[in-house]
Nanobody
Framework: VQLQASGGGFVQPGGSLRLACAAS????????IGWFRQAPGKERELVAS???????TVANPVKGRFIIFRDNAQDAVYLQMNNLKPEDTAVYYC?????????WGQGTLVTVSS
């Protein structure tokens, strides 16, 4: 049972990136999925989440800029990040709870800088 996050990179302020979360050993579409981030020296925080039914929540710092969505055909969950700001720089993780245990992907680094 593993999660894998991908799609991070270096982008200038105002740019966009799309992160992808994929799974092995189980299907993502049965579970609620969260995207978290952790910036240097800061605690990990929830950025956005999506239920198995597709209901979404987005944290206030990224509301209006980030969108979380599923592609059940691809069995993936995406985080579309628009109008990126330097304060969005962090390692981004996807996560879910499987059989009572929280699972984390390995993280993907997003760097926003001019």
């Amino acid at each position: 049972v593993q999660l894998q996050a991908s799609g991070g990179g270096f982008v200038q302020p105002g740019g966009s990136l799309r992160l992808a979360c994929a799974a092995s050993g189980f299907r993502l579409d049965y579970y609620a999925i969260g995207w978290f981030r952790q910036a240097p020296g800061k605690e990990r925080e929830l950025v956005a989440s999506i239920t198995s039914d597709g209901a979404t929540t987005v944290a206030n710092p990224v509301k209006g800029r980030f969108i979380i969505f599923r592609d059940n055909a691809q069995d993936a969950v995406y985080l579309q990040m628009n109008n990126l700001k330097p304060e969005d720089t962090a390692v981004y993780y996807c996560s879910t709870v499987v059989r009572g245990v929280r699972r984390w992907g390995q993280g993907t680094l997003v760097t926003v800088s001019s």
